[in-house]
């Protein structure tokens, strides 16, 4: 990602009372319909071990649709018919195994691409002090783009990381990461971000 011009992360103070780790749709069925996400679990697992021994809050945003698929974005009913997907209360709406929750760690759903829509998301951030948001996790173009755009919008700083993060194809990763950077996004290496909390 050469065109993405770069930050002075020495600037970003990452303090556990401002600072939360989001991590977004690491489920099982979504590692079936993006597979490269399989690819960044080792990365997201690292990222997640050290924000917990520096007790950085973190937040699993966690999508959970109906069984009857009434809360389905309308451009894919049809797809949910012939194949139902993080159904709730389903082993493929679990997180994967390698990043299950710990003891008080938040699970926020919601059934939309923005982990804010309609989500108890600004709630809990609220309630945590967070002016900073750290953001892994899949898929690029959709959930994870929702969410940063949401997220500036309610005035947080944003840390995208971008070999923690996932889309169907690296092209389509690569492109989205180059708009959000132009949106203002803080986009880095998990070496670079772990550098910062060392």
Do not use: W
Not at 62 to 67: A, C, K, N, T, V
């Amino acid at each position: 990602m050469d065109s993405i011009k770069n930050t002075n992360i020495a600037k970003f103070d990452i303090s556990p009372k401002t600072t939360a780790l989001l991590i977004i749709d690491m489920q099982n069925d979504v590692m079936n319909i993006v597979p490269p996400g399989i690819q960044v679990i080792p990365v997201i697992k690292r990222v997640l071990e050290t924000c917990r021994s520096k007790s950085i809050p973190v937040i699993h945003k966690i999508r959970i649709q109906r069984s009857d698929g009434i809360d389905v974005e309308k451009f894919r009913v049809e797809i949910f018919k012939q194949k139902p997907y993080l159904v709730d209360g389903t082993p493929g709406a679990q997180i994967v195994p390698e990043l299950k929750p710990a003891k008080g760690e938040f699970q926020v759903k919601g059934a939309r691409f923005s982990g804010f829509f309609q989500t108890d998301m600004q709630l809990v951030l609220t309630r945590l002090g967070v002016k900073k948001l750290v953001i892994c996790g899949v898929q690029t173009p959709n959930c994870i783009r929702s969410t940063v755009t949401d997220a500036i919008g309610y005035d947080y700083d944003v840390i995208l990381l971008k070999d923690a993060t996932a889309a169907q194809t690296q092209q389509v990763h690569e492109a989205n990461l180059f708009d959000m950077n132009n949106m203002g996004i803080t986009i880095i290496s998990t070496d670079e971000f772990l550098s910062l909390i060392a």
